[in-house]
């Protein structure tokens, strides 16, 4: 007997063959002499045809809904009209789960489909963003496992405030405050000392005051950290990592790139050309020049972002950020006291930061007075503290935000559509 084949399979098979393929219902057309149904499944569609002349498969065809879940059997015929030039006459369909009134039929608004999401993530766009967002993931878990760093699991409830306390969600345990991470940071730094090149990859929880199309509040964030390794030793890594990304986007996700009609030059050039070293001082120069009332010590923010990305197709760091603008644990330069080594890495065409990184302070006396002049209490600290007293070395390391990432290679407009369930301002439902 015939095995049940993909989607994708069936359109391949040639013109005769009999084929058994299973999925959900994704459109219907009930036409005086025929039914059209295109079935769904994880590789795409095809379209299936019932013949009205039989009686008994026409009863079925009838009865079967939107999203319905079916099992079909019959035999491939080329017909240009049909996705993928392929169609199936069917010969035997069984309804498996016969689906209730679809409620997503077309021009839903964007909040009643994000209160559906758990409908909502069967419909093709998204399930070709998911689909890139899983190629991503792959390619970055694999360029840090091939370059031998050490894939570590820290923890999620936390005491340490790593990115300032305004963005911090408090949790009950038992009685004891504790913090959702912001960031593995700390617990990364700890693990250089053992392992020398760490990473992770967890999700983060900041309580944003900015409801932005690039911020969420739960989202997945890819840290690094390595012993040794300088800001600029650091910045080399990750321009390996992200292109990586990119490439392998380029290389297997074709399909889901055209589908979603994106143009796909940037990328190709971000992976011909090495990622440019913009100095905060020169940021300023340029913002300036382009007439934004900024000085020197300015913060840089998103609109800011946006004016220096946005006509360029090639990723960017930005670097050596006034010390006042970044935390505490970034190391101030040598040379010049009020600047930190830090580096964001901006993405382009207007998506302005994917990473931020640094060079790690690693000083004791130097890092303590950091604590103190950032307001924080030392005592939160002394567990980090203790890290520069027992053999400390020069580190850096770095956090992507891989929705982030998505957004910009999959060229969406807001972050929610690059992970399934987004968690926002006012949304942690479904
Ligand atoms: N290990 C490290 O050195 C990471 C460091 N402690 C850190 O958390 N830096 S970061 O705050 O800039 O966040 C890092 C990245 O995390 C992403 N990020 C940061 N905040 C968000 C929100 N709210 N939503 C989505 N993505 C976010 C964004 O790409 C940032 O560049
Ligand atoms: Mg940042």
Redesign the pocket.
């Known amino acids: 007997s015939v095995s049940f084949m993909s989607s994708r399979e069936v359109v391949a098979s040639s013109e005769g063959s009999r084929v058994k393929l299973r999925g959900w219902v994704y459109r219907k057309r009930d036409l005086s002499s025929k039914i059209f149904i295109v079935v769904r499944d994880s590789e795409g569609i095809v379209q299936c045809v019932v013949d009205r002349s039989n009686e008994e498969l026409s009863k079925a065809a009838e009865k079967v809904t939107i999203e319905s879940s079916v099992e079909v059997e019959g035999v491939v015929r080329s017909d240009q009209r049909a996705p993928g030039g392929k169609e199936v006459n069917v010969e035997r369909l069984n309804i498996v789960g016969l689906a209730d009134d679809f409620p997503i039929k077309g021009g839903e608004s964007v909040d009643y489909l994000l209160d559906i999401r758990h409908l909502w993530l069967r419909s093709r766009r998204l399930t070709q963003i998911m689909r890139i967002r899983a190629t991503v993931l792959e390619a970055l878990r694999n360029y840090f496992i091939s370059n031998g760093w050490w894939e570590v699991s820290p923890p999620i409830l936390t005491q340490s405030a ?2 300032g306390g305004a ?1 911090l969600f408090p949790v009950d345990f038992f009685g004891r405050k504790a913090y959702l991470s ?4 700390f617990y ?1 730094e700890v693990m250089i000392f053992s392992l020398e090149r760490v990473w992770s990859l967890t999700p ?1 929880f ?1 309580a ?1 005051r900015s409801r932005t199309r ?4 739960e ?1 997945w ?1 890819l ?3 390595a012993a040794w390794m300088d800001m600029h030793d650091m910045m080399k890594f990750v321009e390996g990592l992200v292109k990586s990304a990119v490439k392998a986007v380029l290389d297997k996700r074709q399909e889901e790139l055209q589908f979603l009609r994106r143009n796909q030059e940037p990328l190709e050039e971000t992976l011909k050309s090495s990622f440019e070293e913009v100095t905060y001082d020169e940021a300023i120069e340029r913002l300036q020049k382009r007439g934004f009332k900024i000085k020197w010590g300015d913060d840089i923010g998103a609109d800011e972002e946006k004016a220096l990305t946005q006509d360029l197709s090639v990723p960017f760091f930005l670097t050596m950020f006034p010390k006042h603008l970044k ?1 505490f ?1 970034m190391k101030t330069c040598d040379r010049r006291p009020e600047v930190v080594l830090g580096f ?2 901006e993405a382009p065409e207007g998506y302005g ?6 060079q790690r302070e690693d000083r004791y006396d130097v890092l303590l007075q950091r604590i103190k002049e950032s307001n924080l209490n030392p005592d939160d600290y002394q567990w980090y503290l203790d890290l520069r007293r027992y053999g400390s070395v020069p580190h850096s ?5 891989v ?3 998505v957004m910009w290679i999959a060229g969406l407009d807001h ?1 929610r559509d690059s992970i399934p369930f987004p968690r926002l301002r006012e949304r942690i439902y479904p």
């Open positions: 790593v990115e963005t912001q960031s593995a940071q990364l983060s900041r944003e690039r911020h969420l509040y989202y964030h840290e690094g950290e935390s644990y964001d890495l930061e994917v990473v931020g990184g640094s390391g770095f956090g992507l935000g929705d982030r990432l972050i």
